[in-house]
């Protein structure tokens, strides 16, 4: 397995969407700045080479967590957990603007790390058409909310009004959402958070006055 090495004092750096960091000596930059040989490293198919997945992995496991919670079939756990992760770094790569082949090239890697690489595939294709991967489904904001996030309102209203555990398991799965994406936008974890959390909320209280309303 290939070393990409720092451009300061060539020890291993962790490689981390379109970002590098050197733990000897600290420094840090983008993968533009690395020297030409390591760069070709990792934007070449003939090696195979090390980069640091532990962001990604952590919010894939806190898209689980919450998809846990809303779903009891395995399987359909692992289907919505991956979906939505196709989602969220398809959203995130069309933000984009500079740094994209490193940031698919990572994308790539660590999806041949997973059995699903055939997702990465259909990604991809979503990202050439400039379209986000299962948009319809997936997507959150002011204007439109998906339908997995209609769906799922039945499973949260019950619990609204008397236990904030359905809440703090959204928050979780709205904070993965953000930690994936926030790897690949310039946009802070944070500002993406609250954005998808204004959102999931707003729809979450109407939903759940209309069924008052209802009785
Ligand atoms: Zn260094």
Redesign the pocket.
Known sequence: MAIIH??????P?KVTGDRWE?S????FGPVSSLLPSERAKLESDHYYVYVDFSELEEGVEKIQTGMRLLYENPDTVRRMTWDLFAFSVSQALLKTTDNRLAHTRYLELFYKEYPYFEMWKAVKFAFKKNKAYLAESFALNGETVGTFWKDIMPKLVPHSTNASWAETEMKGMLEGISQIEAIFSKEEESEIFERLWNALRKYWDDYAAEMMEKG
């Open positions: 720092c451009p300061t004092c060539g020890d750096v050197c000897w000596c600290l420094d």
